[in-house]
């Protein structure tokens, strides 16, 4: 079984810097997909960046960048120059082909990006 | 451009009065998802389908029922809730059923029962 781990309940950054969210994961499936999605406080989940197992290449969207360290079953996410909109909880999911595209979220991280 | 939509946005029900949730989509998409949130926990997937197909997650309570009458509306039925059934509910459509397709997600309902 698939399981997906965040071991950061809440983090918080200051508008303009850094920050990486950190998530482990376990899986036995060879063809799988671990994604990003941001939860704003009343507003509908929307997916930041998606990673494919088989791509050596980290994924980049914009601000948004992944650490996928395969042999380490680890997937951070790093959101470079924050800004007030990226507040919001942050959660780690995990999906194979075999599973019907149910996502396996970790327990979510909520960041809050501070003026 | 609401792209998944779902009614209410907050229902309160009666312990033990049945509740249906609705979704609908503009995506026409193939696959449809019920996943149900509890306060301050990942979504957990209740149940799935691949157009008329029909997946349940094994651990769903029977309690939980899903309708898909056809590609753009599901519903979820919830016969006799409960106390513990008090959650968001969010509603998630995708394209193809292998994880190889974004999913897009719904504002979710939040269902008190009282």
């Known amino acids: 079984a698939q399981t997906v781990t965040q071991s950061q309940p809440e983090m918080s950054v200051q508008e303009a810097e850094t920050v990486t969210l950190s998530c482990t994961y376990d899986t036995s499936e060879n063809n799988y997909y671990l994604f990003w999605y941001k939860q704003p406080p009343s507003r509908q989940m929307i997916l930041v960046i998606r990673q494919e197992a088989y791509k050596q290449q980290n994924a980049t969207e914009n601000r948004f960048s992944v650490n996928f360290q395969k042999a380490a079953k680890s997937f951070s996410l790093k959101i470079s120059d924050s800004q007030l909109g990226d507040t919001a909880m942050y959660f780690c999911?995990?999906?194979?082909?075999?599973?019907?595209?149910?996502?396996?979220f970790g327990q979510g991280t909520e960041l809050s990006v501070k003026p | 451009d609401a792209m998944v939509i779902q009614n209410p946005r907050y229902q309160v029900t009666q312990f033990g009065k049945p509740v249906t949730l609705s979704c609908s989509q503009t995506?026409?998409?193939?696959?449809m998802y019920w996943y149900q949130q509890k306060s301050s926990q990942a979504p957990k997937l209740l149940f799935h389908?691949?157009?008329?197909?029909?997946?349940n997650e094994a651990d769903t309570p029977d309690n939980f029922q899903s309708r898909r009458p056809n590609t753009s509306f599901c519903f979820l039925d919830i016969r006799s809730p409960g106390l513990g059934d008090a959650a968001m509910y969010l509603c998630a459509t995708s394209r193809t059923p292998d994880g190889n397709t974004e999913a897009f997600f719904g504002q979710g309902t939040r269902l008190t029962v009282v």
């Open positions: 995506l026409n998409h193939n696959v």
């Open positions: 999911a995990s999906t194979n082909y075999n599973q019907g595209g149910k996502l396996i």
């Open positions: 389908y691949y157009d008329k197909d029909f997946n």
